[in-house]
């Protein structure tokens, strides 16, 4: 199998080398404060034997890999869910299991192996919190240097895990939107490797792993995926992952996706609906998927249409109940993110066919936000010394 890059707007080809990011020529037409335009695609060439892993659909050598164990996440049977609403057949993939925590890792795994295949040792990123914990503890298992832009708003686990694996961190006084660009200056400042997300190539093939994943665990691709959705690339990683397969022969249809944002973070549902992407200012419980300007957004949203997907919102009240009512019915603790595509399928459940294959994205761990959950339960307030001082309960 060979591999090289396309840029899903033009279709030019490219060698995959690590200074290739967005396409150079579509690129061009990039405008300020709107999604990258020109993102490259990871293409496959020729065939794989009939026992192929997704090891050999990857285009960096497993010798390259960090030793770190990343995905082969489980996928859960909810019982209590499944007879509460009906849905015989919905499962649950819980990415919050991943070393880090999040469903970044799938990401920063490859890129940790691109850059070590490269000799390249230090690797920059702006994250929300979640892909700049997730590059530092990978690149701590590949012994490579990572620096992270972080708005000043993530999360005080996000922040504390990436310095415990030992990342250089800059807190940035703005938004991830100010970070992620930043963090572009410094890269082309210092050279290196630029993990952004959708900027680099291989984020988005990183994260096809988990379509992959979920074939092989069901025995067949599933009839619907929700996800959540900031930047858009988890979405986008998800149809490459089930799109190479169907090239591959391997399955013959490409799921229905439905993408998931916070009503007041929503500028990919906006553009679903308006064609145009504006930059407005949001703020939401689901830190994870907070973006003004979604950096895959066009790409993503060209998938969506393309393969007939969908995109819908959730209030933040909803979220943290989802959060709340998963937690207790299953026992899996999901970040608001994680939970924001639980609440999509809770919305959506009444147009779902009740017989069909569903998997609900469960994206990154409980702990890494606890103020925020702590929204959706009570807190007890009074500190008791004597069971004596229990009354009526
Ligand atoms: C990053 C992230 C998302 C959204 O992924 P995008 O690629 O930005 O759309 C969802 N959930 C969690 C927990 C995340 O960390």
Known sequence: MDFSYRCTICNASYDITPDRTVCPVCSRRQEKDQPLTGVLEV?????????????????????????????????????????????????????????????KDRASFLVSAAAKKFGIKDITLASTGNAGSSMAGVGAAAGQNITLFLPKTAPPAKLVQALQYGARVYRVNGNYDMAYD???????????????????????????????????????APDVVFVSVGDGCILSGIYKGFRDLKKLGRIDSIPKIIGVQAETSDAICRAFVSGKFE????????????????????????????????????????????????????????????????AGFRKAAERLDPESVIVVMATGNGLKDITSAALGIQVPETLIETVEEIRGT
């Open 279 to 342: 930059n407005i200012p949001t703020s939401t419980v689901a830190d994870s998927i907070c973006v003004d300007v979604p950096r895959n957004g066009i790409h993503a949203l060209s998938q969506i249409k393309r393969f007939n997907g969908e995109m819908m919102t959730v209030s933040d009240d909803q979220i943290i109940q989802a959060q709340a009512y998963l937690s207790s019915s299953t026992g899996l603790f999901t970040e608001p993110a994680g939970a924001a595509a639980f």
């Open 182 to 220: 930043m963090s572009l200056e410094f890269s082309k400042q210092k050279g290196g490797i630029n993990r952004n997300t959708a900027y680099n190539p291989l984020t988005i093939e990183g994260k096809k792993t988990v379509s992959l994943e979920l074939v092989s665990q069901l025995g067949m």
């Open 43 to 103: 293409e496959l060439h020729g065939t794989l034997s009939a026992q192929f892993t997704v090891l050999d659909m990857l285009p960096v050598e497993p010798r390259y890999f960090p030793s770190i164990p990343v995905g082969n996440t489980p996928l859960w049977e909810p019982e209590n869910i499944r007879r509460s609403m009906g849905f015989g057949r919905l499962f649950i993939k819980d990415d919050g299991l991943n070393p880090t925590a999040s469903f």
